[in-house]
């Protein structure tokens, strides 16, 4: 089975802090993304990762970097985490072929307070 | 504006009865892709379409890809309780490079 393992379920953060919410895939996949859901607003791309140390930002990049040193990992860094970060973080890995299948973890509820 | 705009956004029916939930974009897709999400959990591939038209069956669920690979629907048939959950599309412009669309939230009270 593949397995993408994220660091935390619940985290919970103050205003200002810098915050790493760490994925870790089992499948060797070339891909990873990590999103964020929001009521209504369905899941929204921050970055993606095709490679190791490559990275491209998705539609919300803003306030968020990545790092991806290694293939099997791919961390998501909030410089500053503000009120307006919590939210339900997903990451995700692919296989890269056309078409390809996302494998999801279980996601991270972070709360910024 | 959303890549892909799925409706509707929330849909709450009595069990036995059939739906469906819709995907439109005004981008050709290579493929689509629909998932579901339970509460607590990520989501979790239900299909692939591939072909213009095509249709897939998955037990009660049917799958279908428009013509013009923009748009595809999802018809679930005597739904249960346990379809309950989000159902999501996908599709990119790059298989890379996945969006989603905001999903149908479906109850299936029983």
């Known amino acids: 089975d593949v397995k993408v393992t994220q660091s935390s379920r619940y985290l919970v953060k103050r205003t200002g802090e810098k915050v790493f919410l760490e994925c870790v895939q089992d499948m060797d996949h070339e891909n990873m993304f990590w999103y964020r859901q929001d009521p209504g607003l369905g899941l929204r791309l921050i970055y993606f990762s095709y490679d190791v140390k490559m990275k491209e930002k998705g539609d919300i990049p803003e306030g968020y970097s990545v790092s991806r040193e290694k293939k099997e990992r791919f961390s998501l860094i909030l410089e500053s985490a503000s009120t307006n970060q919590t939210s339900m973080y997903l990451c995700?890995?692919?296989?890269?072929?056309?078409?390809?299948?996302?494998?999801f973890g279980q996601g991270t509820r972070l709360t910024v307070v | 504006t959303q890549l892909l705009e799925q409706s509707p956004q929330f849909l709450s029916i009595q069990e036995g009865e059939n739906l469906t939930v819709y995907c439109n974009s005004s981008?050709?897709?290579?493929?689509l892709q629909w998932y579901r999400q339970e509460p607590g959990e990520g989501p979790v591939l239900l299909v692939t379409?591939?072909?213009?038209?095509e249709v897939k069956k998955l037990k009660r669920l049917t799958f279908q890809f428009g013509d013009a690979r923009k748009d595809s629907s999802l018809h679930i048939t005597a739904a249960q309780t346990g379809d309950t959950g989000l159902y999501l599309c996908?599709?990119?412009?790059?298989?890379?490079?996945?969006?989603f669309g905001a999903g149908t939230r479906l109850t299936v009270k029983p």
């Open positions: 981008s050709v897709f290579s493929s």
């Open positions: 995700a890995s692919s296989p890269d072929r056309n078409p390809s299948e996302a494998f």
């Open positions: 996908a599709g990119g412009p790059r298989v890379h490079d996945m969006r």
């Open positions: 379409v591939v072909t213009g038209g």
